[in-house]
């Protein structure tokens, strides 16, 4: 069992900046591949970034250029950093780990693992 805990989110003015953190504590992330996903008022959860255990990324084309995703195996934490935030990436920021090699998943039913979320809004 691995428990996810996300922090980082708040309140940022379009154009701002905002990291993310997924931490896990009492546990090891490293072959773990790693999810950012985000479910907006009224809308499906979607993919944001992915994060394979050997370090390769994958991107949502609506966050390329903007977020960059990575990981700390020491630390146990995977980042999300999202600059040049707009009003429509308000949403409630998940993480998710895939015990797995390879490319990263980006399908949110193989990740098994998911944190509670944080909230992240930003104003226009």
């Known amino acids: 069992q691995v428990r996810l805990v996300e922090s980082g989110g708040g309140l940022v003015q379009s154009g701002g900046s905002l990291r993310l953190s997924c931490a896990a504590p009492?546990?090891?992330?490293?072959?773990?591949?790693i999810g950012w996903f985000r479910q907006a008022p009224g809308k499906e959860r979607e993919g944001v970034s992915w994060i394979a255990s050997d370090g390769r990324t994958e991107y949502a084309d609506s966050v390329k250029g903007r977020f960059t995703i990575s990981r700390d195996n020491a630390k146990d934490t995977v980042y999300l950093q999202m600059n040049n935030l707009q009003p429509e990436d308000t949403a409630v920021y998940y993480c998710?780990?895939?015990?797995?090699?390879?490319?990263?998943?980006?399908?949110?039913?193989?990740?098994?693992?998911w944190g509670q979320g944080t909230q992240v809004t930003v104003s226009s």
């Open positions: 998710a780990a895939d015990f797995s090699q390879g490319p990263p998943p980006t399908q949110e039913y193989l990740y098994d693992y």
């Open positions: 009492g546990s090891t992330l490293a072959r773990y591949a």
